[in-house]
């Protein structure tokens, strides 16, 4: 039996033409953009098949973005200052605030990987108001996913080598932060070698469909021999 928690999830979302730019030696800017609103779509839909999440707020000025929000049935709020993920969350967390929700799950929309029962698996870990769950990057020292209450007066500070730096911010509210492993929350795709990475656990997911017929099998070899051999 699912515990309700009140949970919210609040999704920050690029506008679909700067993202994943550093995948720019493999694929074109149509494709990125078609890989951005993929991967959107897999985490929303993971989310709002968890039993724990009860509403998805997507924060985006990209409008794209907001009807696709639209489409999945989560709320779509404009990005006050388009100021990146940082500035995003904490607009989301206001607006949790004045919904009078107790909890905030945020997570950017490239976990490829993320299902509705590593969301429930997350979720599970935050179990008072002195507890903060946050979930590593697996290759860049990042953050993945924080799950807080919405009365938590940490800062956030979201960017490479950003999970270090939210430890030290919940330690210094006197929380607890509780570390998750949760397999769904480690790949963010960021760099070709997170590409190939996710290609390696076929899904079937939008991003898996994809990804699969755009990078064919031998492009993944000749990457992989590559980073064995330097």
Known sequence: MTVTKNIWAVV?????????????????????????QGMM?????????????????????????????????AIALTDD??????????????FLKAQGVKIMLTLPADLPLLSADDVESFCALINSENEVVIA???????????ACYTNCTMCFHFGDDSFQKHKKSILAVDAKPIIS???????DVD???????????????????????????????LHQTDRVST
Do not use: H, W
């Open 181 to 187: 492993t949760v397999n769904g929350f480690c790949l």
């Open 41 to 73: 779509r897999d985490v929303i839909r993971a989310l709002l098949a968890s039993p724990s999440i009860e509403k998805v707020v997507v924060i985006t000025s990209d409008p794209e973005a907001q009807q696709i929000a639209r489409e999945l049935n």
């Open 136 to 146: 590593p990057a697996a290759n860049d020292g990042g953050t993945n996913a924080i």
């Open 81 to 94: 200052q388009n100021a990146g993920q940082t500035a995003a969350v904490e607009q989301g967390m206001r």
């Open 12 to 36: 920050p979302v690029k506008t679909f033409t700067q993202a994943k730019t550093r995948l720019s030696d493999i694929l074109s800017a149509t494709q990125r953009k078609a890989l951005a």
């Open 191 to 221: 760099r070709p070698e997170d590409l190939f990475e996710f290609l390696k656990t076929p899904s079937t997911t939008y991003s898996y469909e994809l990804l699969s017929s755009l990078i064919n099998p031998p492009v993944i070899r």
